[in-house]
C-alpha cells in the first residue's frame, strides 16, 4: 500500500477489468505510482462466489428471485453471484435499439466471470478491411503484436493445442482440456461437413502456473473462481501491483471525467466515491481510461473543456462512434441418440466451454460467400447442471421421467459468434437529458444489427443443420431471431485506433492523437470486430500500449510526478 | 495441496448449507430433503412438522402436490413427492406475482373439467381418470381445440416441477448429475477408440 498519499501520481488508471489490470500492473512493476480508480467494491471470493454451493443450498434454487427478474442480465447476473453486477447506473437506448448491458464494476470488472476463450487475431482480421472492402484496416501487422500475445500466453495461461489454422495463429500453450463423448461425436461431423472442430483456447490451467494451482474443473467458471485457476485480474495482477508498493487502488470510485490542464493536455480524473456522494479529485502525468469500450467513451464524452467542446481527444468525431459488438444466437440445437441412455458424464467442468468451431469461411478468397469476413462458433452440451432440455420432452409420468434420463447426457447446441461492421448509425452518445443519481449523464445507445452480420446467422444455421446431420444428430431447429445486441459483451470501435488524427481517436499505440498523455487500454480502441473474443487482446494491446507509454517516459515525453 | 484445498471447500460448504438453511424459515421438506435418505419408506418421515402453504390455499396445495406428483411419480427411483416439489413451487408463486393468477385460474380449470367428465374434483377421481384429463393437455397429437388455457396451465405446472426436482439433490441422485464436482485431471472421454460412439454398450436405461 501507498504510504504517505502522493500529491501527484504518475499514472491515474480507470477500470481495473483486463485493460486497466493490465495497465496497473505494467506500471507499477516499472516504479511508476498509480491511482487506480474502479467504480465497485472488491470482491471476497469466500463471500460473493457462491459457485460450489448445490442449486437446494440457495433460496431460489439458482433459478433467482422471480421479482428481480426483469432487471436482470440473465444467465451470468444469478444467485451465485448476488450483487456483482451493475444495477444502479442507467442507460438508455435510442428508439428502435434495443440493447442489454452487463456491467461488473466489482474490481477486476468482467474478468472476474468471463467465458475465458483466447484466440489470437491475425492478419485476416487486421486487414479485413482491404480484403473485404468493407470497414477500416488495424494501422499494425500481426508480426508487431505477436511477441506481446506470446508474452501474455505466457502470463495467464491458456490450454489449447497447435491448430495451423489460416483465421486464428496459434500461440503458447499449456495442455489442452479433453474432449467429452460429445465432441467427439460432433468433431467426427465436422469432419464430415467441412466445418473445424477443435479445442478451444481457454485462459484456464491445466497445471499450475506461478502459484496459481490448476483448475478443480468444477464447472463453475462464470460464477467466478476460488482458486484463481481460470485468469481474472484481482487473483493474477493486481496482488503483484499491490506487492510493489506503487499502487493506490480507490474503490467505489465511479470515474466522471478526465480532467484537463490549460494546453488542454490530461492532468488527473474526477470522480465521485460512491460511499459519500462526494466528488474527488486526483492528479497524475498520464491518464489511462479502461473502463471498457462503452464506459470509456462515456467518461471521455463528459470531459468536456474550452479546448474539448465535444469530449477529450474527440477533434476526429469519431468518440462513440464505430461500435461494433458480437452477434450471438442459437444457431441450432438438437441430441445426439448415440449417448441416449448412457452413463452421465462430467461434460461441464469448462463451464460448458471445451470445443470451438474456428472461422471456416472466406479463408482462401475473402468475396466465396455472400457475407464479407468471416464468424466463428461455440458448441455446448452434455449433462449440465439442470436438464434444460426437459420441457422439449412431451408428456408426463414414468415414461416421460426415464425419457429426462435417457436424453440426460445428449443434448448439443451452438452459438454463433459473428462480428457486426462499422456503420455510421451504431454509436454511443451522452443521454441529452437522464443523468444518473450522482448527475452525471448516461450512456445512449444506438445499435441495429446489419444485413452482414444476419446474414452470418443463417449461414451458421444451415453449416450446423449439416454439421449434426453428418453426426447422426437429432436436429431441433435454430433460434429464428439472434440474441438482443450488447450480450456478447464485446463492444469495440468507440475509440478507434488509426493513423490519420482525422479519422481515429487513438494512434496505433492506444495514445490519442489530440492528448499526448491520455491513452486509451481496451476493446474500444479496436477499429473492427472479428470472429474472436477480445479479453486476450486487450491485454496484448495494454502491454504494447504500455510499454510505449514507458518509453514515453524515459525520453522525457512524459515527466515523473 | 489441492486435495486439502477441496476438503476445506466441502467442510465450508456444509457451513455454509446449515447457515441459510436457518434464514428461510417456513420450510420444512425441500431445504433440508437433501439431507434424507430418498430411499426411505415413509416420504412423510422428510417432513416433521405440518407445512403452511405461503401462496395457496391448503386444498389448492393438495392439488398442486397431486399434479407434482403424476408429472415425477415415485416409481423404481424417488419422485417429486419425496423431493418437496409442491413446497418449492408455492414458494416460487409466492413470490412471482406473474405466476399467481394463471396457477390459481388453472386449479380451478382442471377441477371444473374433472366435474364436467367424473363429477367429482379432481382429487376425488381415481388415477386413471386424473392422467386422462392430463394427456389431453400433455401430448400435441391429444390436444383438443378450445383448451389453450389448460394447457399453458399444465406447461406452467410442469415447468414448475421440473425445476423443483432437478434441483433437489433427489434430483440430481435421479440423473447421477455429475455438476460442482472437482476432479484432479480434465475429465476425457472414455471411448478414444470409437469417435464415432457407434459401438456403446447398450443403454442402461
Known sequence: MVTGVPRLYDAIVIGTGAGGGMAIKTLCEAGLKVCAINAGRRLDPNKDFRHHRKPWDMKFRGFGDPAKRAESYGYMDNEWVEGVWEHEIPFTTAPGTQWMWPRCFAVGGKTNFWGRSSARMGDIDFRAGSLSGAGVDWPLEYREIAPFYSRVERMIGVASTVQNRPSNPDGEYLPAFNFRCLDHILQQGGLKAGIPYLPDRLAQLTRSLDGSPPCHFCGACTTGCDTGSFFSTPWRFLPRAEATGNLDLRTNALAKNVLVDENGLASGVAYVDRNTGQEVEVRARVVVVAASCLESARIMLNSKSRTWPEGIANSSGQLGRNLCDHLYGQSAEGYLPQLLGQPSFPDNVGDAQIAWMPRWQNLENPHEEKFANGYSVYPWGGCQEYPWDAMSIEGFGSSFKREVKRRYPTPVSFSIQAPSLPSPTNYLDLDPEVKDKYGIPVARLHFQWDDNVLQMFEHSKQACAELLQAAGAVNEGAAKDPNMPGWSLHETGTCRMGNDPKHFVTNRFGQTHDVNNLYVCDASVFPSSTDKTTTISILAFTLRTCEHMLDNFRNGVHRRA | ?205
Open chain 2, 1 to 205: 495441496m489441492a486435495g486439502q484445498d477441496i476438503k476445506r471447500r466441502e467442510v465450508l460448504r456444509a457451513i455454509g448449507i446449515a447457515a441459510i438453511a436457518s434464514h428461510f424459515p417456513g420450510f420444512v421438506k425441500w431445504a433440508y430433503a437433501g439431507a434424507h435418505e430418498p430411499a426411505s419408506d415413509d416420504p412423510a418421515a422428510a417432513s416433521p412438522q405440518a407445512f403452511s402453504p405461503q401462496f395457496f390455499s391448503s386444498e389448492e396445495f393438495a392439488r398442486i402436490e397431486r399434479l407434482s406428483e403424476l408429472i415425477i411419480p415415485s416409481d423404481e427411483t424417488p419422485g417429486a413427492r419425496e423431493a418437496g416439489v409442491a413446497e418449492f413451487i408455492d414458494f416460487m408463486v409466492a413470490h412471482d406475482t406473474e405466476q399467481q393468477k394463471p396457477m390459481r385460474a388453472g386449479l380451478a380449470w382442471l377441477d371444473e373439467q374433472s366435474g364436467r367428465r367424473f363429477a367429482r374434483p379432481f382429487l376425488e377421481v381415481s388415477e386413471a381418470q386424473q392422467v386422462s384429463l392430463l394427456e389431453p393437455l400433455a401430448y400435441s397429437a391429444r390436444y383438443r381445440a378450445g383448451e389453450e388455457a389448460g394447457r399453458e396451465f399444465f406447461r406452467r405446472m410442469k415447468e414448475l416441477t421440473l425445476m423443483g426436482f432437478y434441483s433437489s439433490e433427489i434430483g440430481w441422485r435421479e440423473l447421477d448429475n455429475p455438476a460442482s464436482r472437482f476432479y484432479a485431471k480434465s475429465p476425457a472421454c472414455p471411448h478414444v477408440n470409437d469417435p464415432a460412439h457407434q459401438h456403446l454398450p447398450p443403454p442402461r436405461w
